[in-house]
């Protein structure tokens, strides 16, 4: 009986590919805080969105992993309560670049359940709104400093259900997002998923 049952596991790994390629998209809560010097300030989150695409190398049978590369088009929003005086929003559009690493178990021919962890880089390509205004810095001022390329990791777990891939993961930027008036801006927040694979 257990040979019937591993044949069986095995002719159902044998038929899946590898790999696959998918596209994305979702909403995030991703939001700026301050750790270093700066004005006080409150930072929340507000909904913003990403789309994208994804390659995933899948490798192993019930107890598998994958590796699997991602291209991403981010907005965040925050909503900034600037010396409690005002809110101020602030608005960061970056191309997100993640690497995740994946530990799954295949419990059936088409659903598997994973943990994750990635490591990522971004490039802010345009932010707006009232904070930055507020601080001379938008995308538009020639007096701009904010550095524009950061890192940073994520966590999280998600599961492949036939075609579709559902996945829920955190991030933290490493490295701070100096402006003259915010020493230490760093980007997290939650970040929801679902990609359409092929």
Known sequence: MTFLFVCALSSIYAQQKPYKFGI?????????ENYGKGYYSDFS????????ALFQYTKGGFLNYSISPEILYTESITDVDLLYI???PATIQTIDIPLNFKL????????????????????????YGEFFELLDIDHTSSNSTLNKFYFGISAGMGFDLW?????GRYRWNLV?????????LKQMGLELTCAFLF
């Open 24 to 32: 994305k998209g979702g909403v995030n809560f991703i939001h700026l």
């Open 45 to 52: 989150p507000k909904p913003g969105w990403s789309f994208g």
């Open 86 to 88: 005002t809110n101020s």
């Open 104 to 127: 799954g178990l295949q419990l059936s021919k088409i659903f598997r359940p994973y943990i994750l962890g990635n490591i990522y880089g971004s490039y802010i390509i345009k932010y």
């Open 163 to 167: 075609k579709f891939q559902l996945e």
């Open 176 to 184: 701070r997002i100096n402006t003259d008036d915010y020493s230490a």
